[in-house]
């Protein structure tokens, strides 16, 4: 089996300074984030009967089997709106519910919480230049319309580097972490590229594969525990990370049975490259709560601090979750995306939000403009594979928080 060496789970909760924030019992008084508790979504100009129509999209959504259950967060202007959880951990009648403290396989969202961070911390130190070509950092990636390739490019996902493919079928099963790893680094540098780079965006988790080695080699550290060093500790994010310990099991949401590992993934990860690569990977592999999440987000709310933990200027949020120019017809941002005509963020985020997706099911979409963000984390995988089922499920929840707003926005126009 893949070594697990190097853990970067955090096991116990943090308590930096600020207001504390009851959480039921598996959340202890003391426990603190910069969002205010408020006693009434009208506090922060939610209508309270409004949101509990937004939080029956996903009852509804549950009970139609499109996943069997998963927390919700919103916050909006610094107040923790609502923090709601709802369903079980999976079919089944014995199945324990869903408590806002539930971890789940956040999938790609790790490649905004974790490689897209690390990414801006690195930028503001002046160690990564986004206008570097890839070989600079990576030499072994040359050749032909190669040579070309630059940092931004795969962070924008227009590379032109492959999307996918099935390494993880060939990788070694007795291999250490660093060999895995370093055997994935070469196989992509070897592939020809899928098309010219910049005239289109593809999403790419091999293209993310090879941000993160690039981050591993500027910084010297294994990813797991930058993120660790540098995000979760900071932000209190307490009980996210890659690798969950045994212990943490009967708190974790299953994402389904893998046909190639034969048996129901509860507290693994559900990509297999990712598993394939020791359960720590810039593309796939983080574990999060709602809560946590909750935090990150309102640090990019905040410019990139909370709490006085200041983890990137805000100059480089902004710039990061900016649409990237250049790239016909995408919608990426630096790492992040942007809405588009049909997003799964609905009709009312603005034009100047940024989020992004989850394989699993969940999702992150924070909008600057209203002040406000949405958390949704859920395992689809339990039972359907229709990514439309789930995306339309996004785009009315998403839709219904916003209609809950007092002064309802303007439809979005693209």
Not at 78 to 85: D, I, P
Not at 358 to 369: E, H, K, M, N, V
Not at 388 to 406: C, K, P, Q, Y
Request: hydrophobic residues 35%; charged residues 25%.
């Amino acid at each position: 089996m893949l070594s697990r060496e190097g853990s970067a789970f955090l096991s116990e909760y943090r308590a930096p300074t600020g207001l504390p924030v009851e959480r039921g019992e598996k959340y202890p008084v003391g426990y603190t984030m910069e969002l205010e508790k408020t006693d009434s979504a009208e506090e922060a100009g939610f209508s309270g009967e409004r949101l509990r129509s937004a939080h029956g999209v996903l009852v509804a959504a549950s009970r139609s089997r499109v996943f069997p259950g998963g927390v919700a967060v919103v916050g909006r202007g610094g107040k923790l709106v609502s923090e709601w959880a709802f369903g079980h951990l999976d079919y089944g009648d014995e199945s324990p519910p869903v408590s806002v403290g539930t971890i789940y396989d956040v999938a790609s969202l790790t490649k905004v919480v974790v490689t897209a961070t690390l990414a801006m911390i690195l930028y503001d130190g002046g160690k990564l230049r986004l206008d570097a070509r890839v070989r600079e950092y990576l030499p072994e990636f040359a050749g032909d319309e190669k040579e070309g390739v630059t940092v931004a490019d795969l962070l924008s996902h227009s590379s032109g580097i492959l999307w996918w493919k099935d390494l993880y079928k060939s990788a070694r099963e007795d291999g250490s972490f660093a060999e895995v790893k370093d055997w994935y680094v070469k196989e992509i540098c070897l592939l020809p590229l899928d098309y010219p780079p910049r005239t289109k965006s593809v999403y790419s988790d091999l293209g993310t594969i090879l941000m993160g080695e690039i981050l591993e080699r500027v910084a010297g550290r294994r990813l797991d525990e930058m993120a660790r060093d540098e995000i979760f500790e900071p932000l209190g994010m307490g009980h996210t990370g890659f690798q969950p310990p045994p212990s943490s099991k009967d708190r974790i949401a299953s994402t389904g049975r893998s046909s190639w590992r034969d048996r129901v993934l509860v507290g693994e990860v559900h990509d297999d490259n990712a598993f394939a690569m020791g359960g720590v990977a810039p593309h796939a592999g983080l574990f999060s709560t709602g809560s946590d999440l909750a935090s990150f987000a309102q640090t990019m709310l905040n410019g990139g601090v909370l709490e006085g933990q200041r983890i990137v200027e805000r100059s480089t949020v902004e710039l990061f979750t900016r649409r990237a120019d250049g790239i016909p017809g995408s919608d990426r941002a630096l790492g992040w995306d942007t809405p588009s005509r049909d997003s799964t963020a609905g009709r009312y985020f603005s034009s100047s939000s940024y989020g992004h997706l989850a394989f699993t099911g969940s999702s992150l979409w924070i909008d600057p403009i209203r002040d406000l963000f949405v958390v949704l984390l859920a395992n689809r995988m339990s039972q359907s594979r229709n990514r439309e089922t789930i995306n339309g499920v996004r785009a009315s929840f998403h839709d219904a928080v916003m209609e809950a707003l007092v002064e309802v926005p303007p439809p979005r126009s693209v």
